[in-house]
Nanobody, 120 residues
Framework: QVQLLESGGGLVQAGDSLRLSCAVS?????????MGWFRRAPGMERELLAS????????NYADHVKGRFTVSRDNAKNIVYLQMNSLKPEDTAVYYC????????????WGQGTQVTVSS
């Protein structure tokens, strides 16, 4: 069983930066997993923003966050980060960390989410 705990959300102004963290525990050999960041904006479906393979560090991004968001991980601390720059009001959402060893259509584990609010 993998436990995921997000932190780092908050209220920021447009143009600001924010770094989210996801502390990963349990689950044994984490090399089996890819880690991802999703978000759900009000009235919208949850969407995958970025993912990173735990072992090789291969990264993928949704087109609309490329160049603004960066996913990384610290293998020694078992933490996954999402660095978000040039934030916009439309980035306002609950952000979730997730883990999968199969497919991002059905992640195996979810965090509880952290709220990010970007004011104009």
């Amino acid at each position: 069983q993998v436990q995921l705990l997000e932190s780092g959300g908050g209220l920021v102004q447009a143009g600001d930066s924010l770094r989210l963290s996801c502390a990963v525990s349990g689950g044994g050999d984490l090399s089996r997993y890819s880690m991802g960041w999703f978000r759900r904006a009000p009235g919208m479906e949850r969407e995958l923003l970025a993912s990173i393979a735990w072992t090789w560090g291969t990264r993928n991004y949704a087109d609309h966050v490329k160049g603004r968001f960066t996913v990384s991980r610290d293998n020694a601390k078992n933490i996954v980060y999402l660095q978000m720059n040039s934030l916009k009001p439309e980035d306002t959402a609950v952000y979730y960390c997730a883990a999968t060893n199969r497919s991002w259509t059905r992640p195996d584990y979810w965090g509880q989410g952290t709220q990010v609010t970007v004011s104009s």
